[in-house]
Nanobody, 121 residues
């Protein structure tokens, strides 16, 4: 069984920074895409950023220039550095990985449990 464990959420003032991390554990053959989504109260879950195994990134316009996604493929870990945070960034942030486990040809979408980010003064 592969699991994703997130860390780094919390309460921060507007203009502040947070760094989210997500580590995958278990019998992993390969991770193809890592990323972050978020869901604000009363809204649908939305994409924030993704990074492929070759390092190609995709960041949504609403956070571009403020958020940076990075990964450590050797450690099966993805990070989201969030700077210049705004109240509208308040949401539960979910780690996402598209991966293949050992001993299977099936590729799966896997989600973390979510971590709360609150931006408020």
């Amino acid at each position: 069984q592969v699991q994703l464990v997130e860390s780094g959420g919390g309460l921060v003032q507007p203009g502040g920074s947070l760094r989210l991390s997500c580590a995958a554990s278990g019998s992993i053959f390969s991770i193809y895409v890592m990323g972050w989504y978020r869901q604000a109260p009363g809204k649908q879950r939305e994409l924030v950023a993704t990074i492929t195994s070759s390092g190609n990134t995709n960041i949504v316009d609403s956070v571009k220039g403020r958020f940076t996604i990075s990964s450590d493929n050797a450690k099966n870990t993805v990070h989201l550095q969030m700077n210049s945070l705004k109240p509208e960034d308040t949401a539960v942030y979910y780690c996402y990985m598209f991966l293949q486990g050992v001993g299977t040809m099936i590729r799966n979408n896997l989600w973390g449990q979510g971590t709360q980010v609150t931006v408020s003064s």
